[in-house]
């Protein structure tokens, strides 16, 4: 039965319910257009987790990606979407972790506070921080930055709240990984 035609007025549950009864895992086609429920539930998350291990290239993360662009900022602090989440940030590209970290900008102070969002958010201070010493080493080797790295998006998001998550007993972390791991510049 193909996972991805449940059209029944129970559909949500239906196809959730087939991804726990399925011996194997469905492929991404059959996943894709699912993104935003399977964030949500344990086992729909792990099967796309799998899919960003298993596909080869960027391709599967691309997709995933963009296709979750409207809600990352509510996966950020999901206890199973956060998981999510942080797979897709070490899977994409330095270019698309920058889209990602504008559209989930204006909710990275309260997901800093949050006991899932944290951890998301030191996840983007971590590939922050291996960005940008690519970008000086590309800069050195003659290619040309971006207009606006993640790290300063990141950076001009928190810093209005900086105070708060301090002494916060979630956003403290955030602000201890910026301080370890970002260049100077931005704490």
């Given at each position: 039965?193909?996972?991805?035609?449940?059209?029944?007025?129970?559909?949500?549950?239906?196809?959730?319910?087939?991804?726990?009864?399925?011996?194997?895992?469905?492929?991404?086609?059959?996943?894709l257009?699912?993104?935003?429920?399977?964030?949500?539930?344990?086992?729909?998350?792990?099967?796309?987790?799998?899919?960003?291990?298993?596909?080869?290239?960027?391709?599967?993360?691309?997709?995933?990606?963009?296709?979750?662009?409207?809600?990352?900022?509510?996966?950020?602090?999901?206890?199973?979407?956060?998981?999510?989440?942080?797979?897709?940030l070490e899977?994409?590209?330095?270019?698309?972790?920058?889209?990602?970290?504008?559209?989930?900008?204006?909710?990275?102070?309260?997901a800093?506070?949050?006991?899932?969002?944290?951890?998301?958010?030191?996840?983007?201070?971590?590939?922050?921080?291996?960005?940008?010493?690519?970008?000086?080493?590309?800069?050195?080797?003659?290619?040309?930055?971006?207009?606006?790295?993640?790290?300063?998006?990141?950076?001009?998001?928190?810093?209005p709240?900086?105070?708060?998550?301090?002494?916060?007993?979630?956003?403290?972390?955030v602000?201890q990984?910026?301080?370890?791991?970002?260049?100077?510049?931005?704490?």
């Amino acid at each position: 039965r193909d996972i991805s035609s449940s059209h029944s007025l129970n559909g949500k549950n239906d196809f959730v319910a087939s991804l726990y009864a399925s011996p194997q895992r469905p492929p991404l086609q059959d996943l894709l257009g699912h993104v935003r429920r399977l964030s949500r539930d344990q086992v729909g998350c792990r099967l796309l987790q799998q899919s960003l291990d298993e596909e080869e290239g960027t391709n599967a993360a691309t997709l995933i990606l963009t296709e979750g662009l409207s809600f990352w900022g509510e996966a950020m602090v999901d206890p199973f979407g956060n998981y999510l989440f942080q797979k897709i940030l070490e899977k994409i590209t330095a270019e698309e972790r920058i889209i990602l970290v504008k559209s989930v900008s204006a909710r990275l102070v309260n997901a800093s506070l949050n006991l899932h969002g944290t951890r998301s958010v030191q996840k983007v201070v971590e590939l922050c921080a291996v960005d940008e010493a690519n970008a000086i080493a590309e800069q050195s080797g003659g290619k040309n930055a971006p207009a606006e790295t993640a790290a300063e998006i990141l950076s001009r998001a928190l810093a209005p709240a900086a105070a708060r998550l301090c002494i916060d007993s979630h956003g403290n972390h955030v602000i201890q990984r910026i301080l370890l791991k970002l260049p100077y510049r931005y704490s």
